[in-house]
């Protein structure tokens, strides 16, 4: 089904360029997607790990319009908060879509090769299967077949157009771009596989083990970490790995100094290789940090939650992040199970996803034919979405028992 695009920039992230030939070849589009300004916001924090942000107006209503991006330097930051910018775009439904994806209106038991809502991990009665429903066709990765799955997995924001039922609040999980489709469909994965493993965390409270930072011999994640604890801001990394085996860690941010409540910041990252993983994780803090300092994002509200709260309050809420961790673990612990091939490696993470009992991952290619720039939504069946959308609880999570690799 793919092609065998070598993966050749390695520095920070795994890609098929570099983040300077992502921003050469896709930067002259963003107008066309109603990107009106990208701009660096690093200097807000006194960190100094890179962050920016897109700027687009014409976002459709449930949806933000400015996008952040992160990255172990300027360039991947930029990039980073471009792409972003045209996944949301293409992301959102347009007139067109109907004829272009063949959608159809029907009820569960009217269309054949269908996915159940309820694999989805639906809130408790919101499915009625005698309604109709808006769906889109998208494609099994390991088997090649096509199945139907609900509009509302796929747009965002969803807002059904033909006043059908909606099942849950539509978000972004699994929507991913790149520089080729093989990129777009593996970093899609990796979302949702983070999503799901941050979810059973979260319900379960007693799965992660902490990584000892002083065996990461990693420059570049050094490098991070130090500009952090520089500021007097503890990073913890947690390695959070369930059962599909694919690296997840979170790192977590603590600013000893300010105190600030809305700064006990997290940021969580997985990929085949662990240091990618730690470095998506430490760079998401920096995000976030810098995010709730811009406070420029629609969606940044809990931070008044938190504030009211309190700082020492917070910590306590959130004990699972911040307690001293008896499981401790080396870096070379977490095994890599990268490579060189784009098509290898998801074909790595399909093989695990199986082995955990997620024996489908669908995708639906949602490249705007203005822009040509790849993006996809993943979908895969019964993974956890917790973490994303508190309504929403699954059996993998609800019966999870192991511990973490």
């Known amino acids: 089904m793919f092609s065998d695009i070598p993966i050749k920039y390695f520095d920070c992230t795994h890609r098929a360029i570099s983040p300077k030939d992502t921003l050469k070849n896709f930067e002259g589009k963003r107008k066309i997607a109603g990107i009106t300004r990208i701009g660096e916001i690093t200097h807000l924090d ?11 107006p014409t976002a459709k209503e449930g949806g933000v319009s400015v996008y952040a991006g992160k990255g172990a330097t300027t360039e991947q930051a930029k990039a980073s908060a471009l792409m972003e910018g045209f996944e949301r775009y293409s992301s959102e439904q347009q007139e067109e879509d109907k004829e272009k994806y063949n959608i159809k209106i029907a009820n569960l038991n009217e269309l054949s090769n269908t996915i159940n809502p309820k694999d989805l991990i639906i809130p408790k009665n919101n499915f009625k299967e005698d309604k109709p429903l808006e769906w889109i066709i998208s494609k099994d990765i390991t088997s090649g077949e096509s199945f139907y799955i609900p ?19 539509s978000n972004t999980n ?15 994965i990796f979302e949702v596989v983070e999503r799901d493993a941050w979810s059973i965390f979260e319900l379960n409270k007693n799965i992660g083990t902490e990584i000892l930072k002083e065996t990461i011999e990693n420059e570049i994640i050094q490098n991070i970490i130090s500009k952090f604890e520089n500021e007097k801001i503890a990073i913890k990394l947690i390695n959070i790995t369930v059962d599909t085996d694919i690296p997840t860690i979170i790192a977590v941010a603590d600013d000893t100094i300010s105190k600030d409540p809305a700064l006990l910041t997290l940021g969580v990252g997985t990929h085949l290789n662990p240091e990618i993983a730690i470095l998506r994780a430490l760079t998401e803090v920096a995000q976030s940090r810098v995010t709730q300092i811009h406070g420029t994002r629609e969606d940044t509200v809990r931070a008044d939650f938190m504030r009211k709260a309190g700082y020492e309050r917070m910590k306590r809420m959130n004990k699972h ?15 890599n199970y990268s490579s060189n091939s784009l ?3 998801i074909e790595t993470a399909i093989k695990k996803l199986e082995n955990a009992g997620l024996n489908k991952v669908l995708f639906v290619d949602l490249t705007r034919k203005e822009i040509e720039v790849p993006v996809v939504r993943v979908v895969i069946p019964k993974a956890e979405i917790y973490s994303v959308d508190p309504e929403r609880i699954g059996m993998r999570a609800l019966n999870y028992k192991a511990t973490p690799k």
Do not use: C, M, W
């Open 46 to 56: 006194r960190v100094g790990v890179p962050v920016y942000t897109a700027i687009r």
């Open 151 to 169: 509009n509302n997995t796929v747009f965002h924001p969803y807002d059904p157009i033909y006043q059908n039922q909606q099942l849950f609040k």
């Open 174 to 188: 699994g929507l991913a771009s790149g520089n080729v489709l093989e990129e777009s469909v593996l970093h899609g």
């Open 321 to 335: 992040y911040f307690k001293d961790y008896e499981n401790k673990i080396a870096i070379e612990n977490i095994q």
């Open 343 to 345: 098509k290898k490696d």
